[in-house]
């Protein structure tokens, strides 16, 4: 798969990445770097490879799921400019 001009801009557009017409043609050599090095490794054969979640075998932890407020309202609150109780104060935004 390659990508033409028109698709760099489109996907500039999308990304809301302003781009120089200049930088174009650079652009698409690079996304057709990406696109062959993305369809080369998908012709690796993976069959009988168990996926990784980690480079070492380990258990996670598992803790008890309570909840709380983290017993720490008045130190997160303690650096707001405008806070009431432990609650921050910030200006309305929706009408």
Same mark, same amino acid.
């Given at each position: 798969?390659?990508? +033409? =001009? %028109?698709?760099?801009?489109?996907? $500039? /557009?999308? $990304?809301?990445? $302003?781009?120089? #017409?200049?930088?174009?043609? /650079?652009? =698409?050599?690079? *996304?057709?770097? *990406?696109? &062959?090095?993305?369809?080369?490794? &998908? &012709?690796?054969?993976?069959?009988?490879?168990?996926?990784?979640? &980690?480079?070492?075998?380990?258990?996670?932890?598992?803790? %008890?799921?309570?909840?709380?407020?983290? /017993?720490?309202?008045? +130190?997160?609150? $303690?650096? %707001?400019? #405008?806070? #009431?109780?432990?609650?921050?104060?910030?200006?309305?935004?929706? #009408?």
């Amino acid at each position: 798969m390659s990508v +033409d =001009q %028109a698709t760099v801009r489109r996907i $500039a /557009h999308l $990304a809301r990445i $302003a781009v120089e #017409e200049k930088e174009v043609e /650079h652009l =698409q050599g690079e *996304i057709n770097a *990406i696109l &062959s090095f993305v369809e080369e490794l &998908s &012709s690796v054969d993976v069959a009988g490879v168990e996926a990784m979640t &980690s480079t070492m075998p380990m258990k996670l932890r598992m803790r %008890a799921d309570v909840v709380n407020d983290g /017993h720490k309202a008045a +130190d997160i609150v $303690a650096n %707001a400019p #405008e806070r #009431e109780d432990n609650f921050f104060v910030v200006p309305k935004v929706v #009408e």
